[in-house]
């Protein structure tokens, strides 16, 4: 009767280059001794048609040794040194790859706006952005985005970029010029139904402004585009420059100017995309 595989585990084993048999009949072998073909091919749930293919395929990627006398029987390769070449032949095949790739010609079409549709596209964008500063970086981020984009900013801060980050929440970094602009966020986010506008310019000529929401979808512009970068950066200035103006403001200072005409109407509510 096949045993119970984790799935998971199947397609952990997939993307290291395991097929869907290779990968069941590597997981019956681990940890029973020798088998039969037979005895895999029961317990991986791989057809008899299949399974001598199989650990034929197996033996030549070096994941099972094989005994030849009567009868074959097979033994798994202990997964951590399966696991170990990997690795190394996975670092070795990256590094040559970057190797070959970095001789390549590169023409670069400066300017152009490219259109992010996923966190999962727009986080790494974040990290390349910051990764590649050199000198400065400006940035705007939440406390919802600090577990994924603060550690960046961190680390640029460590490597001597000088990192200015305005904070809407309570979060906070170690290294970086931090500005508290908590009660900024709590106002932006009753504009802005839940919608938070994320921001890192890199050297003042490389972006990502990102919008994440509790009921819109992730989206963010990537840009090298001189415009967008300069008025990213202006942004962030100007909500770090406010908060600090109305720091220095009494409480009943603070109440007439939010009184005033132009205030009320800058500091309406924003209609919602999903309204």
Not at 102 to 109: H, I, K, M, S, T
Request: aromatic share 6%; net charge negative.
């Amino acid at each position: 009767m096949p045993m119970t595989i984790d799935p998971e585990l199947i397609n952990t084993l997939t993307r290291l280059g395991f097929s869907q048999y290779e990968a069941q009949a590597y997981i019956a072998l681990v940890g029973r001794g020798a088998l039969t073909g037979a005895e895999v091919g029961r317990g991986a749930g791989v057809p008899p048609s299949k399974i001598y293919e199989t650990l034929g395929r197996l033996e030549s990627k070096g994941a099972v040794l094989v005994n030849r006398s009567e009868p074959v029987r097979y033994l798994a390769v202990p997964h951590a040194e399966l696991l170990a070449v990997a690795r190394s032949r996975f670092e070795a095949d990256v590094f040559a790859a970057k190797e070959k790739l970095d001789d390549l010609p590169v023409q670069e079409e400066l300017g152009l706006v490219w259109s992010l549709r996923s966190r999962q596209t727009i986080v790494p964008a974040f990290a390349r952005v910051t990764a590649g500063a050199e000198r400065r970086i400006f940035a705007g981020i939440w406390d919802e985005e600090m577990d994924e984009i603060g550690p960046l900013l961190e680390q640029a801060a460590a490597r001597g970029v000088e990192t200015h980050v305005a904070i809407y929440g309570k979060r906070t970094l170690v290294g970086p010029h931090t500005y508290d602009l908590s009660e900024c966020g709590a106002s932006a986010r009753l504009r802005l139904s839940g919608r938070r506008l994320a921001v890192v310019v890199a050297d003042d000529n490389e972006t990502v402004v990102a919008e994440f929401g509790d009921r819109t979808p992730d989206q963010a512009v990537l840009t090298t585009n001189a415009v967008t970068c300069l008025l990213a950066v202006e942004y962030i200035k100007a909500d770090v420059s406010g908060r600090l103006l109305i720091n220095a403001l009494s409480a009943s200072e603070y109440q007439r100017l939010l009184a005033t005409p132009d205030m009320r109407a800058i500091l309406s509510p924003a209609v919602s995309q999903a309204e």
